[in-house]
T-cell receptor, first 114, second 113 residues
């Protein structure tokens, strides 16, 4: 069974600083990986996904993530954080085939300070 | 706007009651997923329907049931409600039945008093 670990429950960064949110997954085959963002009172919005190919994927809002199979990681990065990036970030893993819903990590809450 | 519509946005009810949450998927999407988000459990998958048929079942309690109708909207029924059922319930939809992008609704916040 798949599992996802997001080691950091809460991260605080200064506006303009770089950001890296960690995600480690456990899955026996090639995973399908996602990052979603949840703003307060909102649903989840897809930031980016990795299905195959280039291991560095670009997403919306200036985010990128790198798939590292050897480390079972899919870390999310942004070079310069904006105050509007404050939200909860979820990493998720899926598997190919019908009836395989996403497994989410517990989330990392990002706070941005001036 | 994801295109997934969930109603109602908020629901306040008492223990022992029954409620129905509704989800309309994006146009063209055949799969509907239900998730429960709580502080202690995080986001937990409950159940998936694909084109009217149950496709996968997760940590869904026997007191909970769901269905997907011919017009592809879905309802999640929660009965004999307990305090611990208070949570945010999300619906997501996707085009197919296998792994693809899931689009989430804004959720229904259920408060059981």
């Amino acid at each position: 069974a798949q599992s996802v670990t997001q080691p950091d429950i809460h991260i605080t960064v200064s506006e303009g600083a770089s950001l890296e949110l960690r995600c480690n997954y456990s899955y026996g085959a090639t995973p399908y990986l996602f990052w979603y963002v949840q703003s307060p009172g909102q649903g989840l919005q897809l930031l980016l996904k990795y299905f195959s190919g280039d291991t560095l994927v670009q997403g919306i809002k200036g985010f990128e993530a790198e798939f590292k199979r050897s480390q079972s990681s899919f870390n999310l990065r942004k070079p310069s954080v904006h105050w509007s990036d404050a939200a909860e970030y979820f990493c998720a893993v899926g598997a190919i085939g019908p009836g395989t819903p996403l497994v989410f990590g517990k989330g990392t809450r990002l706070s941005v300070i001036a | 706007d994801s295109g997934v519509t969930q109603t109602p946005k908020h629901l306040i009810t008492a223990t022992g009651q029954r409620v129905t949450l509704r989800c309309s998927p994006r146009s063209g999407d055949l799969s509907v997923y239900w998730y429960q988000q709580s502080l202690d459990q995080g986001l937990q998958f409950l159940i998936q329907y694909y084109n009217g048929e149950e496709r996968a079942k997760g940590n869904i309690l026997e007191r909970f049931s769901a269905q997907q109708f011919p017009d592809l909207h879905s309802e999640l029924n929660l009965s004999s409600l307990e305090l611990g059922d208070s949570a945010l319930y999300f619906c997501a939809s996707s085009v197919g039945g296998s792994v693809d992008i899931q689009y989430f609704g804004a959720g229904t916040r259920l408060s059981v008093l």
